[in-house]
Structure formats: structure tokens, C-alpha cells
């Protein structure tokens, strides 16, 4: 059975940090392409960032460029997403998702998802 759990969110102040964690059970993430995205309250969700399957392949949002990097760590079976100066509209519930697929194509309806971890942006 596919499982993805993503941890590492929490409240940081406005220019602050954060690293968050997708791991997996039941599948080989390394395979895979790997997208997280962000769901803010009373908005739709939008993705953030993805890792193509293999060739580690890397994407942005334009709002998240030059901020946000994401990795894989094969040996763990984990992917994360560094998150650095923060600002108050990063505020979210970040997912992590794949569709199976070796490129970037997951699309919300679509793929395995994990339930989210909370990151709040805040003085």
C-alpha cells in the first residue's frame, strides 16, 4: 500500500526557515517524480515545487523561486523541501504527491497524496 507522510511544519517568523519532510512506504520515491503543493485557507491548491523521477529534474513556482529547494534522499526513501526567508503568504497546508510518473505531471484528483503538515508564517 502507497503511503506518503509529510512532516517538518510549524510556525517560524517572516524571513525564517523551515525543511519539509515526504516519506514514503510502498514504493521507491527515487523512481518517481515527486511534487509538494500548498493549499492556503479559502484558496485552491497550487503546486510548489517538483522532482522528476531519475534525473532529479527540478521545477518551481515563480513565487517560490530563489527561496524554496527541493531534494531526495534515496537512501532514506524521503523527499524535502528547504524552505528559506519565509514570508506570511508561504502560510499553508503543504502536500506531497506523486502520480507515479517520471516527469512532473501530478495534478490534484490525481496520484497518491499525503494529509499534509501545517506551516504558518507569523510575527
Known amino acids: 500500500q502507497v503511503q506518503l507522510v509529510e512532516s517538518g511544519g510549524d510556525l517560524v517568523q517572516p524571513g525564517g526557515s523551515l525543511r519539509l519532510s515526504c516519506a514514503a512506504s510502498g514504493l521507491t520515491l527515487n523512481y518517481y517524480a515527486v511534487a509538494w503543493f500548498r493549499q492556503a485557507p479559502g484558496k485552491e491548491r497550487e503546486g510548489v515545487s517538483c522532482i522528476g523521477g531519475s534525473d532529479d529534474f527540478t521545477d518551481y513556482d515563480d513565487s517560490v523561486k530563489g527561496r524554496f529547494t527541493i531534494s531526495r534522499d534515496n537512501a532514506k526513501n524521503m523527499v524535502y523541501l528547504q524552505m528559506n526567508s519565509l514570508k506570511p503568504e508561504d502560510t499553508a497546508v503543504y502536500y506531497c504527491?506523486?502520480?507515479?510518473?517520471?516527469?512532473?505531471?501530478?495534478?490534484?484528483?490525481?496520484?497518491?497524496w499525503g494529509q499534509g503538515t501545517q506551516v504558518t508564517v507569523s510575527s
Open positions: 504527491a506523486t502520480d507515479l510518473g517520471k516527469s512532473c505531471t501530478v495534478v490534484v484528483g490525481t496520484g497518491f
